[in-house]
């Protein structure tokens, strides 16, 4: 095989893929056929896009509210498994701070449950409140939503030292 790009493909060297991927997909997108392109079909799918997010935002609603209610009769479990649903959810619609929340309350009550603990009502209220403000924030992925999660993940970090320790 030959290093010579054919026109029909290119040989990329071993960690070169992506600046050669960027490369190439900038250079296609100055391309005007095919920014028209690309213009058509967000023009033509927007209101999909648009009801596909709200149906992700009522869905992540939907956890939340779940999970708010649990804490009130300390079921951990729903409490985890919404929170794992919110990862994902708040995750794929972009909105990172929430994610990373949901996702440091996953990791607080899994290892809650391994050390057969009791998790503190307090924390995950924290964490639930958190969630619901990053996700409903307007630039949820601004410093402020980045600070409150690593706030939280080093409040868990300690907690679970304290189990640990004990």
Known sequence: MSNQPSG???LIQPGAYPVLAAAGISKQLRDPKVAQAAE?????????IRGAALVYIDRLQTHINRMQA???TSDFDLIYGDAHEVRGLAGNAGLTAAARIAGELCRYLDAMGRANATPDATLVQLHLKAVVRAARAED??????STVAEVLATLVNK???EINAS
């Open 8 to 10: 029909k493909c290119i």
């Open 40 to 48: 058509c079909a967000l023009d033509g799918g927007a209101s999909a």
């Open 70 to 72: 649990a804490v009130a």
């Open 140 to 145: 949820e992925t601004t410093r402020l939503g």
């Open 159 to 161: 907690k679970l030292a």
